[in-house]
């Protein structure tokens, strides 16, 4: 069935990896092989949290970088760059380079990107910063260094995306929860320094270097995890049902110019907006309280520097919570699924609460229970619509409706990181 009519799910994506598979053009029956160990499982949710870990680490480290510059709004300026950096080049991959260039190529390069950025901040507090605060050049190089990691995520989180969109669903949930626990890995890395380290700035530089030195470690298992994955029997299996489709279209429709490829890629966004919508909605809501909210505008009398710290640990637990939901309980209903979407809007009024409203509205369990509820919300609803859009299209337009839905959810993540400084008290 085309773009424009109903989803068309291709019978490989509903099946169990054991169960027999008809092949049409084959007129036999094979054998999907089965994900043994659930070695594919692991490595999708490995890839999961690297692709995030870069700007979990920068982020994280904030209380670092607050210290060297203080009169800088570290946390929502490295958001805004990061976002719009990776907004710009993601849009450019998507309509110049995706159909040229395979996920390969765009995953290995991602990473190794990843690991450059990753080494310039404890490389420049080696030779340069040495813990004295001021230094604005060092600001600068580390703002080029948060813009160059966006420029790796939309090369790798579009390919993975892509990747994970034409194989079944567990793959994509995979991907999605290893993202959740990138933050939870961070959010522990961070509670274990302040508890462990000295908070002077001694502390703050050795927290700062673990997070980037985890990061570097992560990328490298990263880049030998995607190269193992396409040897895996069960992820060839896919890959070449996905090539024989996009072989068939070419030899009835001839090769996939520019113009046919930007036409073919507007029916895909045409087809998969409501889901595009509904991850907009997302992150529009979440990156714009989230965590630039909570970790300049709420505070604690009794848990001081730690009520930031918990509450971001909190929702990043929650956002895996909900992001493993869909493993368990798949909501199917795209209608109710953008409906939840739109009442997230809701958080907009009531963390307004936490900030002006009654007192009660102001203490910690009320914020603790708003960012929790915010973190779970985010990872089931984001985690259902992501694997929903790949399958509404035809397998041979699944990578590519993998890449848009990515295209839409930094839409959501830019929008949320300007509208976050509309937050500031």
Known sequence: MGLAGKPAVAISDRLPESSLLLIPHEGSICKIPSDSFHFAYIIYFTLGVGFLLPWNAFITAVDYFSYLYPAASVDRIFAVIYMLVGLVFLLLIVVFYAHKYNACIRINLGLSLFVVTLLVVPIMDLVYIKGRVGLYAGFDVTAVAVALSGIADALMQGGLIGVAGQLPERYMQAVLAGTAGSGVLVSFLRILTKAVYPQD????????????????VVMVICFVFYNVADRLPVIKYYDELKNEAINEEKQAKGSLTGSVWRKTLWEIVVRVKSYGFGIVLIYIVTLSIFPGFITEDVHSESLKDWYPVLLIAAYNVFDLVGKS??????LEDEKIAVGGCIARLLFYPLFWGCLHGPRFLRTEIPVTLLTCLLGLTNGYLASVLMILAPKSVQLKHSETAGIVTVLFLVTGLAAGSILAWFWVV
């Open 201 to 216: 700035p001694d502390g703050l530089r050795k927290s700062a270097n673990l997070y980037f030195a985890v990061g570097i």
């Open 325 to 330: 939901l869909t493993a368990v309980i798949m």
